[in-house]
């Protein structure tokens, strides 16, 4: 498959409130209406409801109540633990995606609305990396334009853009949301010349300016060359601009940085000394470990992953509804692993029922 038939990630993320949903919605729309339609994977496990149709919903395997009162955690504490779950048998999503390649070409992932429950996290970190290794990755970095008129949360906004940029070392396209409320041509000037966003920080006087201001001076290398696009996802302004800094963002991961992870690659090969398996030879890592003096019962967290009801009269070309796994499914896995488990305590608890 050539460069141009590869399909294109795109993990969307953004500070709540910003519209990444809303977003992924109507860039949904806009693919279903101008070409191949995209494959829509939400990552979110404590939404409600999505208004796309979601091709994987991470709702379908893991149950975020269950997690929440099963482990004593709060909100962000199992959206993190949901994700983890998720991302140990991720593998089964990429053979999922490697099969439909041919039919799309966007895989758009809709991230939870913490952002620092994706992007500072082991498991944003683990599927980020399954996905770059796979195929062309971008990150699209959703933005309020509303809530950044102001110049010192401008930068707050920015800084954290750059450090999720330094962080995933991806193609990054920054998509100025809200235009039909506020135009995001401030914004962009402010990236491009340090003279307009320096005047527009002297009615500042708090020392927060003199930090923005310093901040920016450092940062003024990494966010003016940052692909940008103004769109309002509820007019659906700026959509055409957003999917061509898509191409152009695609055209950057192939001629910079997948000739940066080869090298990586090779240098960490080269240097790293061979590692034994810690698990043992045909030993399998156990999804959950269940603690036996607790005695948790894991089986209601995870859920049957699609439908098992044949699909074959719908239009293949279509894709609205969610797809199964054709590999051991979450449910299967985590019910096999139960079982050992079970099988294993009541094989110690025989003997001291008979001497009783």
Partial sequence: ????????????????GSGKTTLVNRLTS???????????????????????????????????????????????????????????????????????????????????????????????????????????????????????????????????????????????????????????????????????????????????????????LALEDFYKDLLVAGVSSTTGDGFDELLQKLVAAEKEFHDVYQIERKEEESRAKASTPSMKKVTGEGEEMPLVVQDSAVGREMSEVFLRQGSDESSEGEDEETPVGRDEMEEESFADFVNRVRDEKLEKKNAKNEPSCSKS
């Fill in 1 to 16: 498959m050539t460069e141009a038939e590869q399909p294109v990630c795109v993990i969307i993320l953004g500070m709540a």
């Fill in 30 to 216: 806009k693919l279903y209406s101008s070409g191949p339609p995209p494959y829509v994977v939400n990552l979110d496990p404590a939404c409600l409801e999505v208004p796309y149709p979601a091709n994987v919903d991470i709702r379908d395997t893991v149950n975020y109540k269950e997690v929440m009162k099963q482990y004593g955690l709060g909100p962000n504490g199992a959206i993190v633990t949901c994700l983890n779950l998720f991302s140990t048998k991720f593998d089964q999503l990429l053979s999922l995606m490697k099969k439909n390649q041919g039919r799309h070409k966007y895989y758009l992932f809709d991230t939870p609305g913490q952002i620092e429950v994706f992007t500072w996290s082991a498991s944003g970190n683990i599927i980020t990396e399954a996905l770059a290794s796979t195929f062309p990755t971008v990150v699209v970095y959703v933005m309020d334009t509303v809530r950044s008129v102001n110049p010192v949360t401008f930068m707050s906004n920015m800084l954290y853009a750059c450090s999720i940029l330094y962080k995933s070392k991806l193609p990054f396209v920054v998509a100025m949301n809200k235009i039909d409320v506020v135009d995001h041509n401030f914004a962009v000037e402010w990236m491009r010349d340090f003279e307009s966003f320096e005047e527009a920080l002297d009615s500042e006087t708090s020392y927060v300016s003199n930090l923005t201001r310093s901040m920016c």
